[in-house]
């Protein structure tokens, strides 16, 4: 994509920058709206959402400062934006794999055992970002904890008609459509590139997600025999 200089200041990647920067408004704005009501009460499977947006907005403000400022910042600063990125990525799905499993599971020893496999996951992905930069990592984190996310709410859907399942999943098969955007390489024009338009669409699944997190309760216990 053509850069451009704004008073002085040459900005490498500025449509990319510009919907990162978007991702990073409506994420903020999506997350106030999910925790400023929960403030005195807690719904985990509510508010894991609400800090997974925070963590959307700011790998969305790191990576598109990357995208806009590389030839100010330097190498180090670059890397350590873009470095950043990434692991806002996994914080994010950790934390909303935390909210949909507070929301759809009552067995006890089920729940345990896949909050400690979100931690687990997310260990894994860190240690493995430490010596990977490819964006194509974080994809692949998406696609892992989006396929649990949509299996927990389809049985949640089948077995309780849950209103916020609807749109959790027609959240995550947006959310599929803009990775596959983004990896097709497909530009719609020279100043719109398929990270632009993977921007725009990833904004789209971001509301579909709230519609579901803002009707979400959390799931009370059932004890095992």
Known sequence: MPQIDLFGVTITEPMTMATDYMITVAAFWLAALLLVPLASRIQLSRSGWGVAFIFIG??????????????????????????????????????????????????????MWLYAYSVAAFLVYAWWMLDHDEFLYAVLCNVSTFTIISALHVTTLIRHAAKSAKWILSGVAVSFLSAAIQRSGFDLHTHFNHNDLYHIVQIVGLYLFYRGASLAKDIRLRQTS
């Open 58 to 111: 700011l790998g969305a403000l790191f990576g598109g400062t990357d995208h806009g400022f590389a030839a100010q910042l330097g190498a180090e600063w670059s890397a350590l934006l873009w470095k950043g990125a990434l692991y806002c990525v996994g914080l994010a799905m950790f934390f909303a794999l935390v909210a949909t499993v507070s929301g759809t599971v009552a067995n006890r020893k089920y729940r």
